[in-house]
């Protein structure tokens, strides 16, 4: 058996690499020990998008330039799903770096920091009060769970998955592109909504290419998931030749469970922290996995509440902006009307950046100028 470690964290994604990270960052003799059941580099289906927003928090986590020798690009376009169409330059820039680099960068960090990183698929997990006891054979004084949107540990502790109307699917491949392409490009679809397809051109000549909808409309089709989504995909981006396809589940925030139980803390995925507008989860992922960490050795006594507290007073406004944002956008009519208004006003799509890719919330005049229109857009439609 194994000595005890201050905090063992389940999985090197975003959310388990920083919150390894911020462990040793705050507390640099813990003992922080880091299981994941792949060696890395290793792929993960993802959009690759790294909003500045992410940025800030690799700042936070004493990595500043994890990603600084990937081209920013701070050019956004997007399709709504009845056609209204806003391109503009958001107010800071954003990256695209393929997972396989950026996972496999933060988990050799966590390790250069004295993170100790081992290949173990856990399977039994058993809370002991004072202590939590891995497959038997590893003794934690905190659990960080950050093994993604299907977490086994989460399971373990007796927390349901996300309900299935809170829950996304995507695929994504890669594509050929010209090599000065920089404009992020989101193509929304009436069909199936909420649904939509994006381009994201790395800077190397190819693009990270994908399409994305919630999981009950899926099987609404009937279809099998495949052919509807590599389907959908070459419909709404016709000139792309996507290779490499590979799809995962979003469990959507919404959905999303509490934040864990005894001493075991979920975060990321796990947590079901992904943005229900955009399927933007590696800030939120890097930000719960922040927290989790920064509780399992500031509160190693109860870490629980004080991780509650921290998401509470960081994600709070901004997660019941987007639970009520999920709901209006149910009606595409409602998204026609906010990129309409955001191409028209700057500050509305900077406001939009910051809600779908950040912790932003929506002031209410902003608010009540998108209602406005959608009103004005359904009044001609009449
Ligand atoms: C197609 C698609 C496109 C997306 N596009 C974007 C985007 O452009 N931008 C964005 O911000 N977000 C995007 N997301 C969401 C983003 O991918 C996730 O929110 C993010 O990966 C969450 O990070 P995580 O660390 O919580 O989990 P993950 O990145 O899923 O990491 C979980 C880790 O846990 C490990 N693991 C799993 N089970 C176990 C176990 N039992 N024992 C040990 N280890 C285990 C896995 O090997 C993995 O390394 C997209 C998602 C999908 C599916």
Known sequence: MDDVWDLVVVGGGP????????????????????????DFPRDKACGDGIAAHGRDELALLGVPD????YRPTRRLAVVSPGGARVSATSARSNHVVPRKVFDARLVDAARARGVEVRRHQVRAL?????????????????????????????R????????????????????????????????MQQDGWPAYAWSFPIGDGTAN?????????LHATGLPGKEVLHGRLAELLPHVNARDLRAHHLPLSPGRPGPGSGRVLLAGDAA?????????????????GRLAG???????????????????????????????????????????A??????????????????????GTVPLPLALAVIRRWLLNAARRR
């Open 209 to 217: 290419v994908g399409y994305g909808m919630l999981l009950p409309r």
């Open 156 to 187: 373990l502790i007796g927390v349901p998955p996300s309900p299935e109307k809170h829950t996304a699917i995507a695929v994504r491949g890669y594509a050929d592109v010209p090599a000065d392409d920089d404009v992020q490009s989101i193509f």
């Open 338 to 359: 906010a990129i309409d208004t955001a191409a028209r006003r700057k500050e509305v799509f900077d406001l939009l950046v910051d809600v779908g890719l950040g912790a």
């Open 66 to 69: 994890l990603i600084a020798d």
């Open 15 to 38: 959310a388990g690499a920083a919150a390894a990270l911020r462990a040793r960052q705050l507390r640099p003799e813990a003992r922080v020990l880091l299981l994941d059941r792949a």
């Open 126 to 154: 058993a809370d002991l009060g004072d202590h939590v006891v891995l497959d038997g054979t590893v003794t934690a004084r905190a659990v960080v769970a950050a093994d993604g949107a299907n977490s086994a540990v989460r």
């Open 294 to 336: 920064e509780a399992a050795v500031q509160a190693a006594d109860d870490p629980l509440p004080a991780y509650r507290r921290g998401l509470r007073k960081a994600l709070g406004r901004h997660l019941r902006t987007t639970d009520v944002l999920a709901l209006a956008s149910q009606s595409p009519g409602f998204i026609d």
């Open 272 to 288: 079901g922290l992904i943005n229900p507008l955009t399927g933007e989860g590696i800030f939120y992922a890097l930000l719960s």
